[in-house]
């Protein structure tokens, strides 16, 4: 629902389906990666960085992969 809603640029309800996959599993990468660009998309910046940053805290990329 997610990707759909972002493919077809309805960024409000992207966001809203990825806020509540991240309700079910606050873990998922994929998810916080597509709240961050459906933020992005929306100009809410800070919520964009705060979901981008989640999701590298929750990769599974070892630290050593990470840039900051």
């Given amino acids: 629902v997610a990707r759909t809603a972002a493919r077809g640029e309805r960024h409000e309800a992207a966001t809203e389906a990825y806020l509540r996959v991240l309700e079910l599993a606050p ?3 994929a998810a916080h990666l597509g ?3 459906s933020f992005l998309r ?3 910046f800070e919520s964009a960085e705060t979901h981008a940053r989640a999701a590298l805290a929750d990769s599974p990329l070892p630290q050593s992969c990470r840039t900051r």
Wanted: charged fraction near 35%; glycine fraction near 0%.
């Fill in 27 to 29: 873990a998922d990468v």
């Fill in 42 to 44: 929306t100009r809410k």
């Fill in 35 to 37: 709240a961050a660009a």
